[in-house]
Nanobody
């Protein structure tokens, strides 16, 4: 199973973008799904995650109050609504899923997408 992100692009500071992530191929289930980002020269950073069993969400301090993670009614597509964008939000954004737990460590996520670029100016 592979995750496929879409919705990245360019935006002005203060603007909005919505990222989507859907599995390609066979039916996919996970315990936890999340969004990460990585800017050039920086470590991959967890942005938001959702525990699929309860719908409980968690956000990094840098995006709290501006970004919202959600899933569609069929629970197949993951979204990241990004509002009040800042230039420091510019990065490659990755969708990821893990089978056990829902901690923020990238190493615990076993399925990843290819990423979608977000540029804010």
């Amino acid at each position: 199973v592979q995750l496929v992100e879409s919705g990245g692009g360019s935006a002005q500071a203060g603007g909005s973008l919505r990222l989507s992530c859907a599995p390609s191929g066979e039916t996919f289930g996970s315990n936890c799904m999340g969004w990460f980002r990585q800017a050039p020269g920086k470590e991959r950073e967890g942005v938001a995650r959702v525990y699929t069993g309860t719908g409980s969400t968690s956000y990094s301090d840098s995006v709290k109050g501006r970004f919202t993670i959600s899933r569609d009614n069929t629970e197949t597509t993951l979204y990241l609504q990004m509002n009040s964008l800042k230039p420091e939000d510019s990065a490659m954004y990755y969708c990821a899923a893990r089978d056990v737990g829902c901690r923020n460590d990238p190493e615990g996520f076993n399925t990843w997408g290819q990423g979608t670029q977000v540029t804010v100016s």
